[in-house]
């Protein structure tokens, strides 16, 4: 895999190769400063993702267990529920139905037991899946993404480069965050056609995706994904290898996807403030966590040569 590929100009790249100690002095006060620079940042992040991109071992795995849970199983059940008639399963499974929440009660559509069933599990029972997708594959990539880089010997490289370390912290974030945020964007148009072809003429005509799907999809779960990453992307920092990030990041995420889970499907069950609440509590975690977590990328950590590395 190539370098990442920092942009700058003639000058500072002269001044660079005869003044090695201003080159690192400037990017330090640069850090300090706080000034960013955001070319910088979306060519660390296309490099990452042009890497991911002719990577196949990475996204075609990733690509099979999106379309495996927002494609797959959906079919299979949705189909199953609505094709084979008003039968006892389907009237037994529409009798639980009765086990929910008031509010999501009042939700169901459809007058027949195979509509109501299938609406209840296309609006309820999936919903988790549009987070546990995103987190796991987001995890995959920004696990690697730091640690990564000093396996491949191109740590050095962006330690030396003008960017700063905030600039470089930005560039993996966002290019850990775009595959898993786009697989869910592709998926859940994918499945929004699915629900509505399979359920739609049972309850009279396409509802899907719901307002709380709007809202779970835009306004919950990024915060959530951010907060995953930052914790991610500060073990892939301080780790020695890229199996050792890999387990890491598994032990931190596992519990973060339980609690978007059960936070997703509040946000459907609740009320219509819920899941506002839920998602601005989520993204002032996420930006303070995120704040916290810039501080991992340091040079001497691209280099592997910082304590506790």
Same mark, same amino acid.
């Given at each position: 895999?190539?370098?990442?590929?920092?942009?700058?100009?003639?000058?500072?790249?002269?001044?660079?190769?005869?003044?090695?100690?201003?080159?690192?002095?400037?990017?330090?006060?640069?850090?300090?400063?706080?000034?960013?620079?955001?070319?910088?940042?979306?060519?660390?992040?296309?490099?990452?993702?042009?890497?991911?991109?002719?990577?196949?071992?990475?996204?075609?795995?990733?690509?099979? /267990?999106?379309? &495996?849970? !927002?494609?797959?199983?959906?079919? +299979?059940?949705? @189909? #199953? =529920?609505?094709?084979?008639?008003?039968?006892?399963?389907?009237?037994?499974?529409?009798?639980?139905?009765?086990?929910?929440?008031?509010?999501?009660?009042?939700?169901?559509?459809?007058?027949?037991?195979?509509?109501?069933?299938?609406?209840? /599990?296309?609006? &309820?029972? !999936?919903?988790?899946?549009?987070? +546990?997708?995103? @987190? #796991? =594959?987001?995890?995959?990539?920004g696990a690697a993404t730091i640690v990564g880089?000093?396996?491949?010997?191109?740590?050095?490289?962006?330690?030396?480069?003008?960017?700063?370390?905030?600039?470089?912290?930005?560039?993996?974030?966002?290019?850990? /965050?775009?595959?898993?945020? !786009?697989?869910?964007?592709?998926?859940?148009?994918?499945?929004s056609l699915i629900v509505n072809l399979t359920?739609?003429?049972?309850?009279?005509?396409?509802?899907?995706?719901?307002?709380?799907?709007?809202?779970?999809?835009?306004?919950?779960?990024?915060?959530?994904?951010?907060?995953?990453?930052?914790?991610? /992307?500060?073990?892939s920092a301080r780790v020695r290898s890229t199996?050792?990030?890999?387990?890491?990041?598994?032990?931190?995420?596992?519990?973060?996807?339980?609690?978007?889970?059960?936070?997703?499907?509040?946000?459907?069950?609740?009320?219509?403030?819920?899941?506002?609440?839920?998602?601005?509590?989520?993204?002032?975690?996420?930006?303070?966590?995120?704040?916290?977590?810039?501080?991992?990328?340091?040079?001497?950590?691209?280099?592997?040569?910082?304590?506790?590395?």
């Amino acid at each position: 895999m190539t370098a990442t590929q920092i942009p700058q100009n003639s000058d500072s790249v002269e001044t660079e190769r005869s003044h090695p100690s201003k080159r690192r002095k400037g990017s330090a006060d640069q850090v300090e400063t706080g000034r960013i620079d955001w070319a910088r940042v979306m060519t660390v992040a296309r490099t990452d993702l042009k890497q991911l991109i002719q990577a196949k071992d990475f996204w075609v795995p990733m690509s099979l /267990l999106g379309a &495996f849970f !927002f494609v797959i199983i959906p079919a +299979i059940l949705l @189909l #199953t =529920i609505t094709s084979i008639g008003n039968v006892e399963t389907v009237a037994r499974v529409s009798e639980t139905l009765e086990v929910l929440p008031e509010s999501a009660k009042s939700q169901i559509r459809g007058d027949s037991p195979e509509g109501q069933t299938g609406y209840a /599990l296309a609006v &309820f029972l !999936f919903a988790p899946v549009a987070v +546990i997708v995103p @987190l #796991t =594959i987001s995890t995959a990539v920004g696990a690697a993404t730091i640690v990564g880089e000093r396996e491949r010997g191109t740590g050095e490289f962006l330690a030396h480069s003008p960017a700063g370390a905030r600039e470089i912290y930005l560039g993996k974030l966002i290019a850990s /965050l775009v595959p898993g945020y !786009f697989t869910t964007i592709v998926g859940f148009g994918a499945y929004s056609l699915i629900v509505n072809l399979t359920v739609g003429p049972e309850v009279g005509g396409w509802f899907f995706p719901t307002a709380q799907w709007w809202v779970m999809i835009l306004w919950v779960l990024p915060p959530f994904l951010a907060i995953c990453l930052s914790l991610v /992307l500060r073990l892939s920092a301080r780790v020695r290898s890229t199996a050792a990030a890999q387990q890491a990041s598994g032990l931190v995420s596992l519990p973060l996807i339980m609690i978007a889970y059960s936070q997703s499907t509040g946000v459907l069950f609740g009320a219509d403030w819920v899941p506002f609440v839920l998602g601005g509590i989520a993204w002032l975690i996420a930006i303070f966590s995120l704040s916290r977590g810039v501080r991992s990328v340091t040079r001497s950590r691209l280099l592997g040569v910082a304590a506790g590395i």
